[in-house]
């Protein structure tokens, strides 16, 4: 807690930024909006019992065979070696999903969820539960960090989109202390009128379209498609 | 080069990111507006024959000593112990530090200036100086990334928004794929109407503002008022 007596609203741009942060005394909100924490909250809306991330193809594989789970995973654009789904929301509709246990490995997301594994808490957000997450963090009553996966620690454009559009939704209740979080808020303000377009200057705007992805986009960029929060919890992400 | 036949344009947002850039086929832009990388320009422009950029204060005395020149650096707000001037740039008009040398000692931007010793060149920058660097970096038609030194590592708003000021003008000369410029950009748009009070929402104003520098602040923010190139060469930043 600071000297407001609020608890604190820190963004963190990149994972390699992480260890300035004090993650033991905080909730982390892993942000990995293209596509995976997108993705995440579609598979649980849509009545998954779980979800595993994973680091590795190789764990992904291993762990969906022993439990019977559905195996995710993409590399440069395509499903996988060894994986039977990818990273888009669209793979994962109700009719498919629902009571089943998506092991997901992805590369960026996973990374910074391990990293963060001493927080209070770990949840996932992206746009399609924007809502779910920013009702959670105002509940705790928690210093916060909003954990951008990056792209192989890169600052990227979506990720700090999202976490300035949850600074500009919860600010009034925590003390903004983070040059970070402003700037990203900063963001959002300038983009929120037209996100998509304003994505397209991106660089991960620009591999994804290369394969087709604009419809993944358009919809992990919408607020509160898939709008349950998910927890993380012994090694699994479960509808909070 | 990039397929566009444009050199590229990337803005590194803290020195704990640096790693992910490549500083050797580039040219470095050291950026602590501030006040150390406008101190610098401020001291050359007044006529110093030399700064000489140093880690440490032990360092800054003994080579101080050794040479005759100038030490100066502050620690938490105060000229530190065994130096004799701070890093205000109002210490450095031309009457005290003409043809002299001028060993300064910074935490962050020291810090990078020597984690970037294999780029092509290095130059430091800051809105005192900021037509000076526009002008050599699109005379040089090399790869660029802009080197925020932040503070402690954690990304600051002033840096940013120079870096950002810096890709506003001279983008059109190079390829710029980096989300962290294109957000640089963004928030310099935002800001420039009026730059200082968009500066009081951040944490490092909030520091200064306690010590009453509110006008080393205003300098700094404040183009070209002493707009000369200093390079890097052998260890001393000398007027280019």
Chains 1, 2 share one sequence.
């Not at 498919?96 to 001493?118: Q, R």
């Not at 990056?150 to 990720?159: L, Q, S, T, Y």
């Not at 604009?214 to 998910?230: F, R, W």
Request: hydrophobic fraction near 40%; include cysteine.
């Amino acid at each position: 807690m600071t000297e407001s007596n609020k608890p604190s609203l820190e963004v963190c741009l990149s994972p390699a930024l992480l260890h300035l942060f004090d993650v033991k005394n905080s909730i982390v909100v892993i942000i990995d909006v293209l596509r995976a924490t997108s993705t995440i909250c579609t598979a649980l809306y849509n009545g998954a019992s779980r979800v595993i991330p994973v680091a590795s193809v190789e764990e992904c594989v291993n762990i969906g065979r022993a439990i019977g789970g559905i195996t995710a995973g993409e590399r440069d654009g395509r499903v996988a070696e060894g994986l039977v789904h990818g990273n888009s929301p669209f793979e994962y509709p109700r009719e498919f999903v629902e009571n089943k246990t998506l092991v997901l490995t992805t590369t960026n997301g996973t990374k910074l969820l391990h990293m963060a594994k001493d927080a209070i808490q770990i949840v996932t957000g992206s746009f399609p539960n924007i809502s779910a997450v920013c009702d959670y963090l105002i509940a705790q009553n928690q210093n916060v960090i909003l954990g951008c996966a990056a792209w192989k620690d890169r600052v990227n454009m979506e990720d700090t989109l999202f976490a300035g559009a949850v600074v500009n939704r919860i600010k009034a209740h925590f003390d903004v202390n983070c040059d970070s979080a402003i700037a990203a808020e900063t963001l959002y303000e300038t983009a929120k009128g037209d996100i998509y377009t304003f994505m397209t200057q991106a660089s991960h705007y620009k591999r994804l379209a290369q394969y087709g992805l604009e419809k993944d986009i358009h919809y992990c960029l919408t607020p509160d498609g898939a709008n349950v929060l998910p927890l993380f919890k012994d090694g699994e992400l479960i509808a909070g």
